[in-house]
C-alpha cells in the first residue's frame, strides 16, 4: 500500500463524533496504526562492506548527490569493478536513497597441519586487531575442535591474508 491508499483507508474509516456542541471527524487510533503499518517501505539492499565506506565518504565528507558518487566509485579499482554490472548499480542508487545493510564478510579458521604431532592444533587467531600463529594442546591426544567455534579464531580473508597469505590454502569457511 502506498501513501494515497493509505489516506483513502482512513477517510473510509472516519467515525463522526459528537461531544455536546462540536461534531468531530475521527479515525480509531487501533485502525489508524493497522492502515499505516501496511505501508510499503523500501527494503534496505546489502552491499559490500567497501560499497558501505563509499558511499559514507561521499554523503557525509564530500556532500556529492548520487550521480557524482556513482562516477566517484567508478574511479577506483574494486569500487569501479563492482559497478559495471548494472544490477549493482540499481544496488548502489537503492543503497542510497533507502538506506542500506552491510554484507557479512565470510568467517574462516585456518588449521596449520602438523601429521605429527596429532596432540596440537596449530592455527591463526585474532588479537587486539592482530593475527598471531597459536596453539592448542590437547591433553588427552584426541583433536579437539572447540577452539575453531572461538571469535578470535574466526578471521576474515583479508585478516588471513595481511599477514599470512600462505596459510590461505588451509582455510575452512566458518558455518
Given at each position: 500500500?502506498?501513501?494515497?491508499?493509505?489516506?483513502?483507508?482512513?477517510?473510509?474509516?472516519?467515525?463522526?463524533?459528537?461531544?455536546?456542541?462540536?461534531?468531530?471527524?475521527?479515525?480509531?487510533?487501533?485502525?489508524?496504526?493497522?492502515?499505516?503499518?501496511?505501508?510499503?517501505?523500501?527494503?534496505?539492499?546489502?552491499?559490500?562492506?567497501?560499497?558501505?565506506?563509499?558511499?559514507?565518504?561521499?554523503?557525509?565528507?564530500?556532500?556529492?548527490?548520487?550521480?557524482?558518487?556513482?562516477?566517484?566509485?567508478?574511479?577506483?579499482?574494486?569500487?569501479?569493478?563492482?559497478?559495471?554490472?548494472?544490477?549493482?548499480?540499481?544496488?548502489?542508487?537503492?543503497?542510497w536513497l533507502f538506506g542500506y545493510e552491510i554484507?557479512?564478510?565470510?568467517?574462516?579458521?585456518?588449521?596449520?597441519?602438523?601429521?605429527?604431532?596429532?596432540?596440537?592444533?596449530?592455527?591463526?587467531?585474532?588479537?587486539?586487531?592482530?593475527?598471531?600463529?597459536?596453539?592448542?594442546?590437547?591433553?588427552?591426544?584426541?583433536?579437539?575442535?572447540?577452539?575453531?567455534?572461538?571469535?578470535?579464531?574466526?578471521?576474515?580473508?583479508?585478516?588471513?591474508?595481511?599477514?599470512?597469505?600462505?596459510?590461505?590454502?588451509?582455510?575452512?569457511?566458518?558455518?
Amino acid at each position: 500500500m502506498n501513501k494515497q491508499e493509505a489516506i483513502e483507508q482512513l477517510e473510509w474509516n472516519v467515525v463522526r463524533t459528537t461531544d455536546f456542541d462540536r461534531a468531530e471527524d475521527v479515525v480509531v487510533f487501533e485502525k489508524a496504526k493497522e492502515i499505516i503499518s501496511q505501508i510499503h517501505e523500501p527494503q534496505k539492499v546489502v552491499v559490500p562492506k567497501f560499497i558501505a565506506d563509499s558511499i559514507e565518504y561521499c554523503k557525509n565528507e564530500e556532500g556529492y548527490g548520487l550521480l557524482r558518487a556513482m562516477d566517484y566509485c567508478d574511479e577506483y579499482n574494486d569500487t569501479g569493478e563492482w559497478l559495471e554490472r548494472p544490477e549493482n548499480q540499481e544496488t548502489f542508487a537503492c543503497a542510497w536513497l533507502f538506506g542500506y545493510e552491510i554484507e557479512q564478510e565470510k568467517l574462516y579458521t585456518v588449521e596449520i597441519p602438523d601429521p605429527n604431532r596429532p596432540d596440537i592444533a596449530t592455527f591463526l587467531y585474532k588479537e587486539n586487531g592482530k593475527v598471531f600463529i597459536g596453539t592448542d594442546i590437547f591433553l588427552d591426544e584426541v583433536p579437539n575442535y572447540k577452539w575453531k567455534n572461538e571469535p578470535e579464531n574466526q578471521l576474515t580473508e583479508s585478516e588471513i591474508k595481511e599477514d599470512f597469505e600462505w596459510a590461505w590454502q588451509f582455510r575452512e569457511e566458518v558455518d
